[in-house]
DNA sequence: CTGTTAGCGCCTTCAG
DNA sequence: CTGAAGGCGCTAACAG
């Protein structure tokens, strides 16, 4: 492996010198620098990051911890996009690291990153509680976001959308078209996320003098596939309805699915909307009324935190209501 | 920050038996190593993983340069996806580098990883030529390893699939169907892939002895939007078709969009079919007729190459038919 | 402007 | 089994 010392030998120099030409805070004669570039050249030397970043005591680098299931597709490949993106305006490197499949990975992922020496580090948790959160956090020297969870002891350290109130909103025009029966297809059990949104679908309900019934309420796992389950679930009850909410996009297309194989026709025979604005729902037939979470937005304000603290806006954010033709009005 | 000299003090030890503690190669007194434990637990200590690499020459890490484009959603997940997992597998951990929007920033994104000391890499290029990759191949000492170009010169060094005879394979589908007025709608210009499954397109069609033509072709950039562009155009050429191959699923999504707006139902109206079977065409109503690109064992491959050069299987891998509801028999 | 001298935090001989 | 000493490749004072 060529090193620094090569290039200084090569060129008739120090190392300190090789390393001043290359790093550029402090002059170097033209001449100097000149027979040292010729040498790195030469040499094909590359600098060492590894040696830098001890020697510096810092990476350059900001950690994501996510867990990398394939079947999250769209909303991870947004995720990282705008993660990436964002951590380079700063100039730093995105460094990944799964959280897996338990509690335990989770922090593993975080470790992983901490002993790598990551500037700052975000996590968007899928199975770390808040109150678990909160305690790393408290624990770190080094800037921790939380992506997607309120943290009520560090409303600093968390960016979210408040999940309740998108579905209040969506409901609110469901409702404003006439649906009186709608049922809904609920994320996995114990996700926030997830809880948030059904909670915000009985609320809705109960404001407008309708009693939720159990048999217009499936559980699904977020997944596509889930989705398609937990419609025909819902189609071999056979009880009334009118509109089908799902969770997210990905469980609506499954649903979707479903009422395509029963005959019914969309948004004809059953409205159906979702939550989380994928690509998918823009371009399927027919496209899908659903809630626009503002991921960009909500990265670059984790990334804003994390490295320059000093901003602080807000914590919360707001889903937008995105109408297309997947609901029909009954009016 | 707390570092292996702090434990060793606390512990009443040398930093060398705190090392060797760590790492267990070399035993150590079970009274000795449970003061240790204790006193890295008191202290909260985390390993520097730098110093840790620097000393040992080795990161345990292998990088993956891919461009980081929103478009490309379900393909870049899955790709990381499955990069991280056989990373793991392995003991390593998986590095990304944006290889953006150019050749030199693709060169920037292997040198960022090569300056990373990462064990290996692996390319998914977008800009680099053959030639070009060819030389970096030849010049670099770490293993490298291309994904999804046929590399003549180095023919371990690359996994990809043989994508004109995936086209051919579909397009002999198409003609068996009756289907002879087949538009395509090309990748961008200049992109292997893209080039590949047009050549497949072009000779399939000779060889049922049909010339082709020039008022069928048009062309995308491989987005959901630019595949629906290119339906608009096609269908104002007016010319007649029974079918539209895509040169991906996605642009096969936006062509689907553009014949429900001119009123054409799929597949009464129109055929249509895709290539790489991303997870939507399988939802997609109609499902989506479409070429599955085996990405799992690409990249299991690739990552073995690397890794582990003993094993060489053949470079070469083939993409696999998949019939659904989107094509219709006219016979 | 440039060379010399010390580390960064850890691992690994080499003695004991 | 354990401690002392040296080095991984680079940067950062401190002199010249």
């Given amino acids: 492996m060529v090193t620094i010392l090569d290039v200084a ?71 990282i996009y705008h993660a990436a993106t964002n951590s380079e305006m700063h100039g730093r490197q995105l460094v990944l690291a799964d959280g897996k499949h338990s509690a335990q990975e989770e922090r593993d992922a975080i470790d992983l990153l901490l002993s790598l020496r990551c500037e700052a580090i975000m996590i968007y948790p899928k199975y770390l509680t808040v109150e678990e959160l909160d ?24 960016v979210f959308v408040d999940h309740q109130q998108s579905c209040a909103a969506m409901m609110a025009y469901l409702l404003a078209q006439g649906h009186t029966r709608i049922a809904f297809v ?11 949104r059904l909670a915000g679908y009985h609320n809705a309900l109960r404001n407008a003098g309708i009693e939720p019934d159990p048999q217009l309420l499936v559980r699904g796992t977020w997944s596509t596939d889930s989705g398609y389950e937990a419609g025909r679930e819902l189609l ?20 979707a699915k479903a009422c395509h194989e029963a005959g019914l026709r969309l948004p004809q025979d059953v409205s159906l909307a979702g939550f989380d604005d994928s690509v998918i729902g823009k371009y399927y ?47």
């Fill in 9 to 79: 030998r090569l060129a008739g120099v120090s190392k300190a010198t090789v390393s001043r030409a290359l790093n550029g805070k402090v002059f170097v004669r033209e001449e100097v620098k000149a027979r040292i570039m010729q040498a790195i050249e030469e040499t094909g030397y590359k600098p060492n990051q590894l040696a830098r970043n001890l020697a510096n005591n810092k990476t350059n680098s900001v950690g994501l911890v996510i867990t990398n299931g394939l079947y999250n597709g769209p909303f991870f490949s947004s995720m």
């Fill in 135 to 158: 305690e790393i956090i408290e624990q770190s020297e080094t800037p921790i976001v939380v992506i997607n969870r309120e943290l009520v002891r560090h409303r600093s350290q968390c």
């Fill in 186 to 196: 609920a994320g996995s059990e114990g996700s926030p996320t997830g809880e948030s």
């Fill in 236 to 255: 071999a009850r056979d009880v009334p309805f009118t509109c089908v909410l799902a969770g997210n996009d990905d469980m609506a297309i499954g649903v």
């Fill in 285 to 331: 037939n027919p496209s899908l009324t659903t809630i626009h979470v503002p991921m960009d937005e909500m990265i670059r304000h984790a990334v804003g935190i994390v490295l320059t603290p000093e901003d602080n806006a807000s914590c919360s954010h707001q889903g937008e209501l995105v109408r297309r033709e997947s609901v029909r009005t009954l009016l």
